[in-house]
């Protein structure tokens, strides 16, 4: 059993060492693998009086994640929905919304797709991660596999990773987004990191 093991995390380190990151790509700067981290580079696609991001969490004062420049004077005391996007777990601070105002009323945008149609043209890096993670794509900046982009003048390409199965496996994808239509298309470059411990 323990030469099949052995044999396997060889063959498997071949594999892994075969997939290359092209040189015209350059590495994503490490702070930009936290969502959180990314809201405040989204330029909204309309125009709206002022936006703010938004998580679940009862204490309102936790709850916002990002706000526009917002005037003193205008606030927004509106219920919570009941889902929102990056949805963590069931219960208190387990997923975020945006609420804007637009012609003075609120408007939600409460998932993935609504959070995509928010952003609308993708116009920075962080907006294209902000698209992929909700196709539930993420940077993981422990290898170029998973951590690298080039932006072009219509696309925006980016190597990212995929949990596969268990915490243990991931997979490294080529994903290009449009950046005009915020369309995604993703080709898997196959697992490059693989824990056969489990720990």
């Not at 709850?63 to 219920?79: G, K, L």
């Not at 998932?111 to 902000?130: K, S, Y």
Request: net charge neutral; charged share 25%; with cysteine.
């Amino acid at each position: 059993m323990k030469i099949i093991i052995a044999f396997s995390l060889i063959f498997s380190n071949l594999l892994f060492g075969q997939i290359k990151v092209s040189d015209d790509y350059k590495k994503i700067p490490d702070i930009l693998d936290t969502v959180d981290y990314l809201y405040p580079f989204i330029v909204p696609d309309k125009d709206y009086a002022y936006w703010r991001v938004l998580s679940n969490d009862t204490d309102y004062e936790k709850a916002v994640i990002y706000e526009s420049q917002a005037p003193d004077f205008m606030t927004i005391n509106e219920p919570v929905p009941e889902k929102g996007f990056f949805q963590k777990c069931i219960g208190n601070n387990c997923f975020s919304y945006i609420l804007a105002c637009k012609n003075e009323r609120s408007v939600y945008f409460s998932n993935e797709q609504q959070l995509r149609d928010f952003i609308g043209t993708v116009d920075n890096l962080p907006e294209a991660i902000l698209i992929a993670n909700t196709y539930g794509y993420t940077v993981d900046t422990t290898n170029k596999l998973s951590s690298s982009y080039k932006i072009e003048d219509k696309h925006i390409s980016l190597y990212l990773s995929k949990v596969k199965g268990s915490p243990n496996t991931k997979e490294s994808f080529v994903v290009k987004i449009n950046r005009k239509t915020g369309k995604l298309e993703a080709k898997n470059n196959g697992v490059y990191y693989k824990n056969e411990s489990g720990l």
